[in-house]
């Protein structure tokens, strides 16, 4: 796929060696973990380089700060107007490279290099840049889509499996968004492993940057309608530490269920979505502990989506290709949460 979605240029290639840039004027920015892949000796091609450990405690201030003196040494000899700055890893590391970008000087160039397929179909793309503070999720950010992304094969495909799995929610989430052919093709996957999921990552970043182009800013709350199985999920990725692509996918199927329960999906819309051959890929919700309906009350309120201590926005599903944006009290959703998994 070759194309341009919101000024960002998208490019599939198969290899690492055929990713052309300006490499005097670009700083790479990578994940120390592909240092462990074929992706060494590319990355130790690289004239200006700087490894980082992936990660949420890579998005602090500190460590944000720390990185900076760093790039302030490496770069200083590059004109800003030709300098460049490359992330090569996963969501962790784009998050943080792209507001690194949008903040130096002001602005520098920016490439996505994402390598790991969550990261392909989902964080590289949209412009959404951020750092944590503590422990509450991208509370400092900028919006910075970046010049160009590289999809490349040869990358994605050398990930373990369990990534394939991990981003495998985001495919099914947007799929169930967009709806028709999308739908259709994530709804029927028999099998799951990195073939499918490249076969599918085209339509799926489409589809992503349909929804984009018509908030761009996340000025309307339409852009909001991506947050579809996030709500509980963040509160798995902030209590158990469960991975990013894990816990949306365990927040989507409680979202479905909520639906369902709230008389928004049908009966029937309910039963084709949950028996799909596609569904069975999503995670079970199971707890290494018991989250209390306290802690997950007090989790729930550090979402960026609450609109009061009682209120919070939340994306229903009404249909495949049907999403709904709207409060609900907290204390429903506790109680919800509460019946569902804790009696």
């Known amino acids: ?69 760093q790039v302030f040494k490496l770069a200083s000899h590059i004109e ?13 590391v784009g998050d ?48 910075y889509p970046a010049q160009k992304i590289f999809l490349v094969e040869e990358l994605l495909k050398s990930q373990p499996t369990e990534r394939v799995f991990e981003a495998y929610p985001e495919f099914f989430k947007i799929a169930l968004i967009e709806g028709g052919v999308l739908w259709k093709k ?22 992503k940057y349909k929804v984009v182009a018509k908030d761009p800013f996340e000025k309307t709350g339409l852009r909001a309608h991506l947050n579809l199985g996030h709500t509980l999920g963040h509160v798995f990725e902030s209590v158990q530490k469960t991975p990013h692509g894990i816990a949306v996918g ?19 819309k309910f039963r084709e979505i949950v028996f799909s051959t596609g569904y069975q890929f999503l995670p079970q919700v199971q707890f290494e502990e018991k989250i209390t309906s306290s802690i997950f009350l007090k989790t729930l309120l550090k979402d960026k989506k609450m609109t009061s201590a009682s209120e919070v926005y939340f994306i229903f599903v009404t249909a ?24």
């Open 1 to 69: 796929m070759t194309g341009t979605s919101n000024k960002t240029k998208i490019q599939t290639i198969q290899k690492l060696s055929q990713l052309k840039l300006d490499l005097p004027n670009c700083v790479f920015i990578y994940d120390k973990n592909l240092l462990k892949t074929s992706a060494k000796k590319w990355i130790q091609s690289c004239p200006i380089s700087l490894g980082v450990v992936a990660g949420e405690e890579l998005k602090t201030i500190q460590s944000f700060e720390k990185v900076l003196v």
């Open 80 to 92: 800003l107007s030709r300098l460049t700055f490359v992330s090569v890893g996963g969501g962790s």
């Open 96 to 143: 943080f490279v792209g507001f690194l970008a949008s903040v130096y000087k002001r602005g520098a160039g920016l490439v996505h290099v994402p390598s790991t397929w969550l990261a392909a179909v989902d964080s590289a793309h949209g412009g959404k840049t951020a750092l944590n503070i503590q422990s509450y999720k991208n509370q400092i950010g900028t919006f």
């Open 186 to 207: 994530v709804s029927q996957v028999k099998k799951l492993d990195h073939s499918v999921l490249w076969k599918l990552l085209p339509a799926a970043i489409q589809a």
């Open 250 to 268: 365990q927040g989507l199927q409680w979202a479905i269920h909520l639906s369902y329960q709230q008389g928004l999906l049908s009966a029937e």
């Open 320 to 343: 495949p290709g049907k999403t709904l944006r709207k409060k609900i009290s907290t204390q429903e959703l506790t109680d919800f949460y509460k019946d569902t998994f804790l009696d």
